[in-house]
């Protein structure tokens, strides 16, 4: 499970301390069950393009160095709803989720993506799954 226990890893260790890892897992554990949901990827991806973010996405899906994504963009992308779920999901506020995302979502983009490719539905459910479970 090496390609697990990096996106584990990585998105883990992004955080500043306990607290920021932490913080981090209990996102992680919402991007996934966010991302599980049939299409859910797509939407997101569609969601870059419409708000003129593609190259960001591009950068994570690609093998070269992820550009990076602020906290004002990961709101455009997401928008209120959303975000505002994924907040209250981890129990804190929509600034801070939006912050930890944008910290969190080009290391979890690139590490479900090796080879520069969006994984499939099929590949997605089952890295998501297995990344769900060792989280506990």
């Known amino acids: 499970m090496g390609l697990l226990d990096q996106v584990v890893g990585a998105a883990l260790g992004g955080g500043a301390g306990?607290?920021?890892?932490?913080?981090?897992?209990?996102?992680?554990?919402?991007?996934?069950?966010?991302?599980?949901?049939?299409?859910?990827?797509?939407?997101?991806?569609?969601?870059?393009?419409?708000?003129?973010?593609?190259?960001?996405?591009?950068?994570?899906?690609?093998?070269?160095?992820?550009?990076?994504?602020?906290?004002?963009?990961?709101?455009?992308?997401?928008?209120?709803?959303?975000?505002?779920?994924?907040?209250?999901?981890?129990?804190?506020?929509v600034p801070e989720t939006a912050n930890a995302l944008s910290g969190l979502l080009p290391q979890v983009v690139d590490k479900i993506s090796p080879g520069g490719k969006a994984p499939s539905a099929n590949d997605l459910g089952g890295l998501l799954a297995s990344v769900g479970k060792l989280l506990g």
Request: no cysteine; glycine share 18%.
């Open 18 to 93: 306990a607290k920021g890892g932490g913080l981090n897992a209990v996102l992680l554990q919402q991007l996934i069950g966010m991302l599980s949901k049939p299409g859910a990827l797509n939407n997101l991806m569609a969601a870059f393009q419409q708000q003129g973010l593609g190259n960001i996405l591009q950068s994570w899906l690609g093998t070269g160095a992820n550009l990076p994504i602020s906290p004002s963009q990961v709101q455009q992308v997401f928008g209120d709803g959303a975000l505002s779920a994924l907040a209250k999901g981890a129990g804190i506020g």
